[in-house]
């Protein structure tokens, strides 16, 4: 990297620091701030100590899920619901931060050079086509009552999640031809689940577009387009058909998301490409392997 890059790099980290320190502080005082004694009042069960363990854990799990395509609901909806939060209060609000942050990230993605939406056809046409198929999905899943078990659907997802990962790491050194199809099914499938559960979005979308023949780089950019508009199109399915959306978790987990976003996508465009598919093969397999795991369980 020569000293330009340097600079900006430091830049950049250094500015992720001082953001992510103010912003913590704010949350910290938020019953003692004009600006937020609104929501604190109308959010007395999260306390300051609450609203910074959200913060933080929206902004690793954001990190992981921008800089390799998976992870964020995947990880962040369990671990609120083990908090003690319901349903109806978690996936909105994770399918909220992830709408705006999906945005941010593909964004920062086109202008890092990980992708280029404008001048590279296959990635427009991928990205097109993954948009809506999975807006599609995602509207599937909220408006449509499940004809199968959710125990049979995880079953299923976490089974196509694992032979993805293995497909990726037996083609680790292969160049793999673009698929269309491939990327019509995981695009349903994975919006589908994302509609239903706020998360297991990327590791399919992420992992089916390298096996479809996109560059893990492309693919992560991709999911991050993608999952914004499935994202999207969730919340206000679930806005329209219910009553009970509670969109107090929103504040914490957007500002830590969005904030992992500049240095998520510059991490992205420092990895080589070899190794991120080992390590996107390798997420994809965990995360299947225990998805497979808990539903058996």
């Known amino acids: 990297m020569n000293s330009v890059g340097r600079s900006i790099s430091h830049r950049r980290v250094f500015f992720w620091a001082i953001s992510l320190t103010v912003a913590a502080i704010v949350l910290l005082l938020k019953e003692h701030l004009p600006a ?34 998976m992870g964020y609901g995947t990880t962040l909806t369990p671990l609120l619901l083990l908090l003690g939060f319901q349903p109806l209060q978690v996936v909105p609000c994770v399918l909220l ?26 990635a427009r046409f991928g990205a097109l086509l993954l948009c809506s198929l999975s807006a599609f999905g995602a509207l599937l899943a909220v408006s449509v009552s499940v004809k199968i078990p959710k125990v ?19 083609t680790l050194r292969r160049s793999l031809r673009f698929r269309p199809l491939h990327l ?14 706020g998360g297991g979005y990327g590791p399919l979308t992420t992992a089916g577009q390298v096996v479809s023949g996109f560059s893990p ?19 206000a399915a679930y806005l329209v058909m219910s009553r009970q959306v509670d969109l107090l978790l929103a504040p914490p987990l957007v500002l830590g998301a969005v904030l992992s976003v500049p240095l998520s ?31 058996l369980w």
């Not at 959200?54 to 954001?62: D, G, I, Q």
């Not at 942050?101 to 590279?120: C, E, P, Y």
Request: charged residues 15%; hydrophobic residues 55%.
């Open 152 to 170: 049979w659907l995880n079953g299923i997802i976490a089974v196509i999640i694992i032979s993805v990962g293995l497909v990726i790491f037996a």
């Open 217 to 235: 780089k492309q693919a992560v950019a991709i999911t991050s387009l993608a999952e914004s508009l499935t994202c999207a199109v969730g919340l």
């Open 265 to 295: 996508t510059w991490s992205v465009k420092h990895i080589p490409e070899h190794a991120m598919r080992k390590v996107i093969a390798t997420a994809t397999l965990i995360l299947g392997t225990t998805l497979l795991l808990k539903t």
């Open 97 to 122: 931060s992830e709408m705006i942050t999906g945005v941010l990230a593909a964004a920062m993605h086109h202008r890092d050079g990980n992708i280029n939406f404008f001048s590279d056809r296959k």
């Open 184 to 197: 019509m099914l995981v695009g349903v499938v994975a919006a589908f689940n994302k509609g239903l559960s």
């Open 36 to 69: 937020l004694s609104l929501w604190a009042r109308l959010s007395p069960e999260l306390s300051p100590g609450m609203c910074l363990l959200l913060f933080l854990t929206a902004h690793v799990c954001e990190y992981v899920d921008s800089s390799l395509g």
